[in-house]
């Protein structure tokens, strides 16, 4: 709400949305955000995504410096290698589910240093998400 009143939208001309998505455990793994354009500049053809280590509250509410990986779009399916940017970001901690029992259902960690140094994600996993994303953008913008 605070979103539209800053930017001076009708909030009747507005269109809502709820996602209501199953939990995977990526606190064992990884997690992140995915765009279908990039969101610093408005660019439309290609795919951002964004990760770190852990729950993806790190992520999204940038606690962390994420990888990145940008996809163009015009050469998914078409070229071996439709990745034009790849950087590793410093994920300096994770957000875990706690096993000690404790009222704390989940707990920030350091992320190994080992860990820090790679990507959390392959090019693989990056190219068939973005696959994906332009599948789900294609899907929506009918």
């Known amino acids: 709400v605070a979103y539209r009143v800053h930017n001076g939208f009708d909030h009747m ?5 709820v996602t209501v998505q199953m939990m995977v455990r990526s606190d064992l793994a990884s997690s992140g955000v995915a765009f ?4 610093d500049t408005g660019f439309r053809d290609v795919v951002v995504l ?3 280590y852990g729950l993806g509250e790190s992520v999204v509410g940038g606690k962390v410096d994420p990888d990145e990986v940008q996809v163009f779009k015009p ?7 439709p990745i034009i940017k790849r950087s590793i970001g410093r994920k300096q901690t994770q957000i875990i589910y706690t096993k000690d029992g404790s009222s704390q259902r989940v707990k920030t960690v350091e992320v190994k240093e080992s860990d820090k140094v790679k990507r959390c994600f392959s090019d693989e996993e990056a190219k068939i998400l973005a696959e994906w994303c332009v599948k789900i953008e294609k899907h929506y913008s009918k």
């Open 75 to 81: 050469l998914i399916g078409k070229a071996d290698d």
């Open 36 to 39: 279908t354009l990039d969101p």
């Open 13 to 17: 001309q507005v269109k809502g949305a």
């Open 50 to 52: 964004t990760g770190s």
